[in-house]
């Protein structure tokens, strides 16, 4: 006789795991939010849209990557969830969507219920920063195709914005400001690259850093800063004079502000308007990575990027500096001048500042 059981699939630890995460997902509801969690399907009062001329529905699907595996080496799940939440919700916001409501899946070798309990309290944690409500999920135990400590997340997310408001490349025009928000640390991208360098230079998670004031791994785990909030406030204020956002994920700064202007312009970066955080500069030196090759890669310090009319620069500061963003100018938007190139829109010139 052959049970599921026999095969690696705990459906008991499964239906435990679904009690302990029930509190955190209590704290990422939104008033829109039909019913508890626990049945098939998460529901959301769409006469919320009725607030709207012509709503357009925006949606985004996004993972963690291999970060996963620092969180694990590590022993810690309950920041994970917050980086999952921030690639999903960020890159909606950058054609002006309001995320509403997001759904996660969380795939393991085995079901630990504190574990997976963990990693949703980090989920509920980004919903709550995010303004997003999370309406569902599904835990699949995946024996035999994942080690017993192995996971994967992804999550998916659904917004509105209004069909006028809508950001797109056109709007942006040269002249325009590029105004920076500051990373938190690597955030969710580049991790192959950082887990090479752990490899290759037998890095010790464990070990302190005193320039940090933590362990290496604390530094790595450091969650994605969560802009959605930030940028729908800046919507709100600025009105037709927010021309776009660019969020910084895999690619680099040049690259993924480069997809959100038009052919004929080009984006400049001064790196000399900010330092490169001190976490890239340490493992790039110890891995020895070019310096182009870790701009193409990581984030160097630039988590989101608002391009704004020239006269309200000052205002957009003022604005993120009210909620505890520190932003800065750095940078405009100019005519092509007969560049051409692929992905060539963007780039970064100068040195940055040293610490």
Request: net charge negative.
């Amino acid at each position: 006789m052959s049970t599921y059981a026999d095969s690696g699939v705990d459906i008991d630890a499964g239906d435990t795991a679904v009690q302990l995460m029930k509190t955190h997902l209590a704290k990422a509801r939104r008033p829109e939010v039909v019913g508890d969690i626990g049945g098939f399907a998460g529901l959301f009062d769409v006469s919320a849209l009725k607030k709207f001329n012509r709503p357009l529905l925006a949606t985004s699907t996004d993972g963690v990557g291999t970060k996963t595996e620092i969180a694990r080496a590590l022993g810690k799940y309950d920041t994970i969830g917050e980086d999952l939440v921030a690639m999903v919700v960020d890159d909606l916001v950058v054609c002006g969507a309001e995320p509403l409501f997001m759904t996660d899946y969380i795939a393991v070798g085995k079901v630990f219920p504190e574990r997976i309990a963990e990693i949703v309290s980090g989920i509920a944690k980004g919903c709550v920063k995010a303004g997003t409500a999370l309406v569902g999920g599904e835990t699949a135990e995946h024996p035999g195709l994942l080690a017993d400590d192995e996971f994967d997340i992804a999550g998916a997310a659904t917004g509105a914005v209004e069909a006028d408001l809508l950001l797109s490349e056109e709007k942006v025009r040269a002249g325009d400001i590029l105004i920076a928000m500051p990373a938190s640390g690597f955030h969710a991208n580049g991790f192959s690259l950082v887990r090479h360098i752990v490899k290759s230079q037998v890095l010790k998670l464990d070990a302190h850093l005193d320039d940090f004031g933590m362990t290496l791994g604390e530094v790595l785990l450091t969650p994605t800063e969560i802009y959605s909030l930030d940028c729908l406030a800046l919507i709100k204020a600025l009105a037709g004079d927010l021309h776009g956002f660019s969020h910084v994920t895999g690619g680099g700064l040049a690259a993924n502000t480069a997809r959100v202007i038009p052919p004929h312009l080009f984006a400049t970066f001064d790196r000399s308007t900010w330092s490169l955080p001190l976490e890239m500069a340490y493992m790039a030196a110890q891995g020895g990575v070019p310096q182009a090759d870790m701009e193409r890669t990581w984030n160097c310090g630039v988590g989101m990027v608002a391009i704004v009319a020239p006269e309200t620069a000052d205002r957009t500061l003022r604005s993120l500096s009210a909620r505890g963003m520190k932003a800065w100018a750095a940078g405009v938007v100019s005519d092509r001048n007969g560049q051409s190139g692929e992905n060539f829109g963007s780039a970064l010139e100068g040195t940055y500042l040293p610490r």
